[in-house]
């Protein structure tokens, strides 16, 4: 699939962890590292992505990366992730998990924001610490995100 980092199949079923977190909960989201944003390219939006992976070559705007997989039983859709005033192109996540890259919620410096989710996310789980994990059908979802500010480019 275009626009993914990387995608792994599981055997059997999918196994979701156990630890997640709630709408109301704020939860770790992790800076893309350095080796991995030539890759990360195809996960975002074609008319940005090459001024994203330059400022974050440069470490000027770090990326984060989010794991993104269904429940086996939810129903495959497209999503979106908005990022600030970034949103990202339309992702088919199923039971296969896809690992994309977006822009930070807000400056990096800030060390909080929040990321939105559009379109039906219905047993969506983003890997973030812990798992975020959305029971909701659609429209918009909102997650609380932190991430330690002494780590640009996820060093």
């Avoid at 709630?22 to 195809?42: C, H, P, R, Y």
Wanted: some cysteine; glycine content about 10%.
């Amino acid at each position: 699939m275009a626009g993914v980092i990387a995608t792994g199949v599981l055997a059997g079923a999918v196994a979701l962890p156990t630890a997640r977190a709630t709408a109301s909960d704020s939860v770790e989201i992790s800076a893309l590292s350095v080796a991995d944003i030539a890759a990360a390219m195809g996960s975002l939006e074609p008319g940005v992505a090459a001024a994203l992976a330059s400022q974050a070559r440069d470490c000027k705007t770090p990326m984060a990366v989010l794991t993104l997989v269904r429940a086996p039983d939810a129903p495959v859709g497209p999503i979106r992730i908005r990022a600030g005033a970034y949103l990202s192109p339309p992702f088919q996540v199923g039971a296969t998990p896809i690992r994309v890259a977006v822009p930070f919620p807000a400056a990096y410096s800030a060390g909080t924001g929040q990321f939105g989710v559009e379109g039906p996310h219905n047993g969506l789980n983003a890997s973030l610490s812990p798992t975020w994990f959305s029971s909701g059908t659609g429209g918009a979802a909102v997650i609380n995100v932190w991430w330690r500010t002494d780590q640009p480019c996820g060093r």
